[in-house]
């Protein structure tokens, strides 16, 4: 009993000092002017800077703004931040992505097989109208050394590796409309892809070739007085009799050794870049899938103009010409077809017979 | 037949990246490839945005149309799958891709990059529907399961939508009428600045 009405009085005790603690606090509040200001004052004061967001929440689920300036600028490739460790990925949207389908599977794809197939063509027709070159003087039976080892074995090193190239990177661009439908598609992509290994592997001895002939070639190919003159008289190759005189490469050879030289030097950087997608970082002001897409660009342009380009070589350098395969062949070539076709360096060659060549190793022509 | 699309409304993603981790989760993708990915636009300044984003499967897909191996191929409901098997990881349908969404799992080793990885929309690939071999490759066939992909049925504030092209885009309209203004419609913020709602 004592102990409950104990508890009672102990209450009633806290309970006045709670009511006068209370009504202080109430009293205070009322007459301090200092907390009357700050309870009204919720809002920042007039000199503060407010609506930093132009009115926006971000985040509310019915937001207040349209945003279309920010989508503009993402369609048009801003980048934004992300959070996973390849930053690349900021892109929201890339158009240049459909820019390039446009020209691969447009232009490059269709101006490409132009090419080929009038190159081809023109050539079948060069044929059925001049008919193989012949040496006008017959054959002499006597040879001089045209190539040396060096120089042959440069030359198909390029040759060869630049074929295998050639073919593989078509098979690329025009494997899926041609060769896809006969093989089935397992067959065709197992193929294709032994032709990028062998693209990506191949690709290191073309750019030997490339540096070899530019070193032991380079000093025969500056343009000469005598090329003009060639020229102007289209090589002699659509009139039977006409010899324009040439050095040891006449113009058209020197025109297509720039060709591969140059474009040898475009396709292998190109092909770097493709090889080592995103490593290496060309200062031009690119994103990095922008330079990706930059080189495959050049990459096929360059080829195909080159294999347009080789495809008139090899047919002038086999079935074209009589005796001129010779010259890459064993190396040999007969004499006469060097009057006719190289007179100015198969003088050259007969004046210095008895000394050893440059770069050559002393071995008996046959016919010396 | 339903036409499957991805809808993302930036006026709800929040970034948590909860898509992320529930697509790689789901589809067991390894460390590395990232279907799905949330690019924020104007990080810490007023106005940011965020957008989850992985393959939109596309009409006319712009990667199908450039695969050298013509690996690609799109269901009656308009996802886009690809063949791992014929895949041969020249990279071309990353560079044709407005969205960035192919994956490889190596950076470039000598022009190797291994066999391309994509969203599936969680619908698998060739292989068998739900089978072992199908999901070590693809991930999972939600789709077959008949479910939708697991990153929109996880979003917390349901900023991504998958599903339906016409059920996904009804529940968009009814978002914009709410607010009074087209999210995002063209020319509104360049001719009535700062009207709001
Ligand atoms: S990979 Fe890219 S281009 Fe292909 S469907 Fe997906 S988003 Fe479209
Ligand atoms: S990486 Fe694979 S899927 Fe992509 S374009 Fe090349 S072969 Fe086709």
């Given at each position: 009993m004592t102990a409950i009405s104990g508890c009672r009085r102990w209450v009633a005790q806290l309970a006045i000092l709670a009511l006068i603690a209370l009504g202080t606090t109430f009293a205070l509040e009322i007459f301090d002017p200092q907390n009357a200001q700050a309870q009204s004052s919720v809002r920042p004061p007039a000199n503060a800077t407010t609506n930093v967001t132009g009115g926006t929440v971000p985040g509310m689920s019915r937001s207040s703004e349209s945003a279309s300036e920010i989508w503009r600028a993402v369609r048009k490739g801003v980048k934004g931040t992300v959070s996973i460790p390849d930053k690349k990925a900021g892109i929201l949207v890339q158009s240049e992505g459909d820019s390039w389908r446009a020209i691969r599977n447009g232009p490059i794809t269709n101006w490409g097989a132009i090419g080929l197939a009038g190159m081809v063509s023109l050539l079948a027709l060069f044929y059925l109208v001049r008919g193989k070159i012949l040496v006008d003087h017959g054959m002499s039976g006597r040879t001089i050394t045209r190539f040396a080892d060096i120089e042959r074995m440069a030359h198909w090193l390029l040759a060869v590796s630049f074929i295998i190239l050639a073919l593989t990177g078509l098979n690329i661009i025009y494997g899926k409309y041609f060769l896809l439908p006969i093989l089935g598609k397992s067959a065709f992509a197992a193929i294709s892809a032994g032709g990028k290994w062998l693209h990506n592997y191949v690709a290191f001895a073309f750019m030997a070739g490339l540096v070899i002939i530019l070193v032991i070639w380079i000093k025969d190919n500056f343009p000469t007085k005598a090329d003009f003159i060639w020229l102007a008289k289209g090589g002699g190759m659509f009139t039977r009799g006409v010899h324009p005189p040439a050095n040891k490469f006449n113009a058209g050879q020197k025109i297509l050794f720039w060709l591969v030289i140059w474009g040898g030097l475009g396709l292998s950087l190109t092909g770097i870049a493709l090889l080592f997608p995103f490593q290496i970082d060309f200062p031009a002001g690119m994103e990095p899938v922008q330079q990706m897409q930059f080189a495959t660009v050049w990459h096929a342009i360059i080829a195909l103009v080159l294999t347009v380009v080789v495809i008139a070589h090899i047919y002038i350098g086999t079935m074209g010409m009589e005796g001129a395969f010779d010259a890459m062949g064993s190396g040999e070539v007969d004499e006469n077809w060097a009057k006719e076709h190289h007179s100015i360096w198969a003088k050259e060659v007969s004046k210095s017979k008895s000394k050893p060549r440059r770069?050559?190793?002393t071995r008996a022509a046959p016919a010396e | 037949m339903a036409r499957m699309k991805f809808l993302v409304d930036a006026e709800r993603c929040i970034e948590c990246n909860a898509c992320v981790t529930a697509c790689k989760n789901e589809n067991e993708i390894p460390w590395g490839i990232n279907r799905r990915r949330v690019v924020t636009i104007n990080?810490?300044?007023?106005?940011e945005r965020s957008i989850s984003v992985a393959?939109?499967?596309?009409?006319?897909a712009p990667c199908m149309a450039v695969c050298p191996v013509d690996v690609f191929y799109e269901t009656d409901e308009g996802v886009v799958l690809h063949s791992k098997d014929l895949c041969i990881g020249c990279g071309y349908c990353f560079y044709a891709c407005p969205f960035g969404a192919p994956q490889f799992p190596q950076v470039g080793n000598f022009g190797s990059r291994g066999k391309m990885d994509k969203c599936t929309f969680c619908n698998g690939?060739?292989?068998?529907?739900?089978s072992d071999a199908e999901f070590k490759k693809y991930g999972r066939n939600r789709l077959a399961e008949g479910k939708l992909p697991l990153c929109a049925e996880m979003c917390s504030t349901k900023a991504l939508l998958a599903g339906d092209g016409d059920v996904v885009s009804d529940i968009y309209r009814e978002r914009v009428v709410s607010r009074g203004f087209g999210s995002g419609a063209w020319g509104w913020g360049r001719a009535y600045p700062g009207q709001g709602a």
């Open positions: 770069g050559r190793k | 990080d810490g300044k007023p106005g393959c939109m499967h596309c009409s006319d690939g060739p292989e068998t529907d739900k």
